[in-house]
């Protein structure tokens, strides 16, 4: 922490800085009181045996040749790292000192010049190395006091950037490069082939970081391709490794797309960009979704919630959005995309999408996310719901990007006796019967009734009705249906009349809404004949030499690469398709087109 003030047009001379500071007992970290001039400082530190007093603190005289100086007081943390603490200062005074001699800027000028000399032989970054160096060259052998006066400022400005230099190569030495290099040497996380990709990528780390042309600048973003590595890159890896496939098709995109991959990074004499690494997660995501969505259609089932990504919206901040979904909102009376505390069916501690404003109709949420290769059929997207209104909130879907496809269902509260669950009569002394928002809900009241109020309940069913604080939150289960024809569907939950009011929905008039626990099945197949989710969505060849083309005129594509329909049929180049969305790739280019 520093205060200081910058003075100009000062006469030449020696100069000295009086103040008087008072520190809290126990809390001296470097406390000072300063002056620096053509890049030099003094400084008077407080006494160690500082006793939370009022101490007067008085600089060494400084010369200032150049009319500039700045004076202030400062401090640091402890060695410990402790940054608790306070200083008080005032009654700053600036007192003239006499002239300065000619041997006050030798002075001067040797110290300085043997600091940077001393600087420059430490120094890791060749490129920053040659700077200080070329500097020192340059004003090393000033004879005249003038020269002298300009190499002190010149070596002052070189020597600021050397010490950022410096300063970034101890943190280099000391942080992700070496927590890598560590676990190689140390057999402890990396193994195998991971730790011959590895210790390639820390090899080109070290090219990198001994480059001739290297400086410090470039540090931040070599680091954080380690972290990319490290945190996005090798979980993917990890993942895409363990997972079992049944699909012989799927299972050899996968296979390959993973030797490519280690193979490049095992082998490369240069650092990845964070670009490759993200298309290289992208690669087995997608890859994995495949993988997922072929063995599924291949067994059979009817359930294909598992192809939502985080369904039960897990979030580990309400402020953050929660995987795999899209979320934003308008409007809103805070600051979260998602809520806790009021969850009955699920974790009791976990998160829903959740959008709350204390005026009725001033929110606009929506919640959504695409679903690719799916199976084509008929489908029920269901979800755990409540809301504050019976006008504008809705379960959606669209199919295949589709938007004349969009289905809307409109949510209503629920109408319900809560005297038969617990709650009180009306004031007649008769079963009350009212619409519940942030209450009971059919899920609590299904429940209550089949367990004759819980006496019957097993452990499962008591966890739901007993769950934060035992009245339901108003929560119930809502669905609709929606027929996808070309193997994509997206799935949302809104109250955004903007959208909404398109297809013919209406404003939200509430004041809050809720979602969990989205599920998806399949009712009725629709024609999947010749499908695999697998195939020609991802090339292994690569081909970066060619940039991809292609021109859409009259019902037809022309391009420089393949053309296929969403199911991975082969389409000839040229040839008059239908309205619909077609896959066009060129080695790893990959582009989705829209015939209308």
């Not at 001994?210 to 890159?233: E, G, H, K, P, W």
């Not at 059919?442 to 309940?457: M, P, Q, V």
């Not at 009011?501 to 599920?519: C, L, Q, R, W």
Request: aromatic share 10%; glycine share 10%.
């Amino acid at each position: 922490m520093e205060v200081y003030q910058d003075i100009d047009s000062l006469p030449e001379g020696k100069y000295q800085v009086e103040c008087d500071g008072f520190t809290e007992l126990g809390k001296v970290y470097k406390q000072r009181a300063f002056a620096t001039s053509g890049g030099v400082t003094v400084s008077d530190f407080a006494t160690e045996a500082m006793s939370g007093a009022w101490e007067t603190f008085k600089t060494d005289p400084i010369v200032v040749f150049n009319g500039k100086l700045r004076l202030g007081f400062s401090t640091e943390s402890s060695i410990e790292g402790g940054t608790a603490g306070w200083y008080i200062v005032t009654g700053f005074k600036l007192k003239y000192c006499g002239e300065f001699t000619d041997d006050d800027i030798k002075e001067l000028f040797r110290i300085k010049l043997d600091d940077c000399k001393a600087l420059c032989d430490t120094m890791m970054f060749k490129g920053d190395r040659a700077v200080l160096g070329d500097t020192i060259s340059k004003y090393q052998n000033s004879t005249d006091i003038d020269a002298m006066k300009q190499a002190i400022e010149a070596l002052s400005d070189a020597q600021i950037e050397a010490e950022k230099s410096a300063s970034k190569q101890v943190e280099v030495k000391n942080g992700i490069w070496s927590e890598l290099t560590d676990s190689i040497s140390q057999s402890t996380v990396f193994t195998g082939d991971y730790a011959e990709m590895i210790s390639n990528i820390c090899d080109c780390m070290n090219g990198a970081v001994n480059a001739d042309d290297a400086v410090y600048t470039q540090m931040d973003s070599l680091q954080n391709i380690l972290y990319r590595v490290r945190d996005n890159y090798l979980p993917v890896l990890y993942q895409a490794r363990n997972t079992f496939v049944d699909d012989v098709t799927a299972k050899n995109i996968l296979e390959d797309n993973i030797d490519r991959q280690m193979s490049h990074l095992t082998e490369t004499d240069e650092l990845p960009s964070t670009d490759t690494l993200d298309k290289y997660v992208g690669e087995l995501q997608i890859a994995m979704k495949q993988c997922k969505a072929a063995d599924l259609y291949k067994s059979g089932t009817r359930d294909f919630t598992s192809l939502i990504v985080n369904p039960g919206i897990d979030n580990s901040s309400n402020t953050s959005i929660p995987e795999g979904w899209n979320v934003y909102r308008i409007g809103a009376g805070n600051s979260n995309y998602t809520s806790s505390g009021q969850q009955v069916d699920g974790n009791p501690n976990g998160c829903y999408l959740d959008g709350w404003h204390p005026t009725n109709g001033n929110l606009l949420y929506n919640g959504y996310q695409t679903i690719e290769y799916l199976p084509n059929g008929k489908y029920e997207m269901k979800a755990m719901v409540r809301t504050t209104s019976n006008h504008g909130v809705y379960l959606y879907a669209i199919a295949d990007n589709d938007s004349s496809t969009t289905t809307l269902k409109q949510l209503t509260m629920e109408t319900m006796n809560i005297t038969d669950l617990g709650g009180p009569k009306s004031s007649t002394g008769e079963d009350s019967i009212a619409t519940v928002h942030n209450q009971y809900g059919s899920i609590f009241a299904e429940l209550y009734k089949r367990t004759d109020g819980g006496a019957n309940a097993t452990d499962a069913q008591a966890d739901t009705l007993n769950a934060n604080g035992g009245i339901g939150h108003g929560w119930f289960y809502d669905k609709l249906e929606i027929e996808v024809k070309n193997h994509v569907l997206t799935i949302g939950f809104t109250c955004d009349s903007t959208f909404t009011m398109k297809y013919g929905g209406v404003p939200f008039e509430g004041y809050s809404i809720s979602a969990d626990n989205f599920t998806l099945r399949l009712l009725e197949e629709g024609d999947n004949s010749d499908w695999n989710p697998a195939s020609g969505i991802i090339d292994v060849e690569d081909s970066e030499s060619e940039a991809l083309k292609y021109e859409i005129y009259d019902g037809t594509i022309v391009s420089n690469g393949n053309i296929y329909s969403i199911n991975g049929t082969l389409i000839p180049n040229g040839a008059r398709v239908t309205a619909g969305i077609y896959i066009i790739r060129l080695g790893e280019q990959t582009v989705k087109v829209l015939v209308k």
